[in-house]
C-alpha cells in the first residue's frame, strides 16, 4: 500500500499529538505519587475510558474481525460475563486496594500473607508483562508492514520508541489521557470501516444482516469441516461449550480485575472509591458494545467479499492464509486516501493503548515492591522518580529488542520458552487472592505450598501439549481449561496445608471480606 498525503497526515497528526500528550504532563511528575497513581485525582469517566484503552489490543483489531469473517461470535461468549466480573470486583475486590495509599495488587499479597509471597506476584506480573508488550509490538509492526511496505524492524522502531518517549516522561498521566484518546480512535477507525462498507454493498446495511443469517455468521457456532455446527451449553471438560466459555470467562475477568496491576493501578488513581466503581461501570458499558463492533465488522467484512470476491478473502476462509490479515488487507485495497490513515491510527491505538499500561505498570511494581521495599529502603522520593524513570527505559528497551528478536526469528523457540514461562509463574494468583479475600486460612509457608503445586500442574499440561508425556499420563481434559484447573489447585492446597498443616493466628482486620476495610 503506497500512503497518500493525506493518509501520512491523518498519520503524523495522531503521532504527534499522542507524543504532545507526554510532554504536556511531564511537567506534573515532581514525586512518584503523582507519576504512579495521577496524585489519586482522576475522576470514574476518564479512569473508565482508559481501562477500556488498556484492554484493548492488537486481539480486537485483528483476532475479533477475523475470527467473525471465518467463523461466527464464538470468540465473544467469555466477553459477555464481564458485567458480573466487574461487579463482584466493585463490591468485593476493590475495597482491598483503595484502604490507604496503596499503589501496587501486590501490597495486599504481603499484608495477607507476607514479603516473599509480594515480591513473587510482583516478579511474575513483570515476566509476563515484558514478554507480553514484545509480542503486541511484533503483530504491530506485523500491520504496520502489510499497509505501509516498511520493514517490520521500521515499524517496531517506530512505534516502540514514541509509546517509550510519552509513557517514560508523561507517567500514569499521559498514559491515561492517551488511553482516553486512543479508545476514540480505534472506534474511529472502525466505525469508518464499517461506513465504506455500508457504503458499498447495493443492499447497504440490510443486506449484511441478510446474508450473515444466511450463512449462520452471527451465531455462536464452531467451524468442523469446512461448516458452521452449533456449539453445546453441556458443562464438560473435554471439549468447548458455551456454559463452561462463560464460566471461565468470568475467572478471566475476576482475574483481571483483582490481580493484574494495569487495572489495579487505575483503582488507586481513582479520586475517590465512588469514582472507581463509576470507572468500572463506564468500562463495562463501553468496552461490550466496542468488542461486539469489532465482532460485526468481521461479519461486515464477509458480506462485502461474497458481494466483491478477492483471491485473498477466499484463501482466508479456507484457511490457507491467516484470517487476522482480512482488516488490514480491507484497508489497504479498498479504504479511500486519508480514510486509511486514520484507520492505520487506529491500529496503532489498539497496540499503544496495551504498551503504555504495561511499561508504566512494570516500573510502577519494580519500584514499589521490589526497589523501595527491599533493595533501597530509605531513599528519598526524588530517588525514587529516577529510578522509575529508568526502569521504564529499561522496559521499553526489552520491549523492543523483543519484539525485533521475533521479527528476525527463524523459529518460534524464544516465543514458545517465554510463554511457558509466563504460564509457569503466573498461573494461580486468583486463586491466592480468592484465599486471601474470602477465607482466614493461610501464611506465606501455606501460599508457598499452593504456588509450588500449581507449578507442577502447570509443567504437566505444558509437557502435555506438546506430546512429551505417554499418552497414560497425559491432561485428560482440554487445555482451554488449564487456567481454572490451576486456580482450583491453588486455591485447594493453600487452603488444606493452612487448615491442617501449618495454622496461623496472624491478625487479619480489614484483610478479609469478613471485615471490609474501611475506604476513602
Known sequence: MSLQPLDLLALFGYLLIITGIGFYFSRKNTNTEEYFVGGRSFSGWVIGLSLVGTSISSITFLAY???????????????????????????????????????????????????????????????????????????????????TGLSATSCILIGGIIVAIYTIVGGIDAVIWTDVMQTMVLLLGGLLCLWVIIDALPGGLGQIFEVANQFDKLSFSVLENGNLQ???????????????????????????YSSNQNTVQRYCASKSTHEARKAMLVAVCSSLPIWAFYMFLGTALFVFFQEFPAVAATEMLNGERAPEQILPYFISNHLPAGVAGIVIASALAAAMSSL????????????????????????????????????????????????IYLANAETKTLQDTATILTSILGGGLLGLYMIGFFTKKGDARAAWAGLVSTMVFTIWTILSKNQLLPDSISVPFDLYYTGFVGNVIMFIVTYVVASKILKTSKDLTGLTVWDMPKTK
Open 356 to 403: 503504555d499500561s504495561s511499561i508504566n505498570a512494570i516500573s510502577t511494581v519494580s519500584v514499589v515492591d521490589i526497589y523501595r521495599r527491599h533493595l533501597k529502603p530509605n531513599e528519598n522520593d526524588k530517588h525514587y522518580l529516577k529510578a522509575a524513570w529508568v526502569i521504564a527505559s529499561i522496559s521499553a528497551v526489552l520491549m523492543i529488542g523483543g519484539a
Open 65 to 147: 474481525p477475523g475470527d467473525a469473517f471465518k467463523t461466527s461470535w464464538l470468540r465473544f461468549v467469555p466477553n459477555l460475563m464481564l458485567p458480573l466480573g466487574i461487579l463482584i470486583a466493585a463490591y468485593l475486590f476493590l475495597p482491598f486496594f483503595r484502604r490507604g495509599k496503596v499503589t501496587s495488587a501486590y501490597e495486599y499479597l504481603e499484608d495477607r500473607f507476607g514479603p516473599s509471597v509480594r515480591v513473587y506476584g510482583a516478579v511474575a506480573f513483570i515476566i509476563a508483562q515484558i514478554v507480553r508488550v514484545s509480542m503486541i509490538l511484533f503483530l504491530l509492526s506485523l500491520v504496520i508492514q502489510e499497509l
Open 230 to 256: 452449533a456449539v453445546g451449553w453441556e458443562i464438560r471438560f473435554d471439549e468447548k461449550t458455551i456454559s463452561m466459555m462463560l464460566f471461565i470467562g468470568l475467572i478471566a475477568w475476576l482475574t483481571e
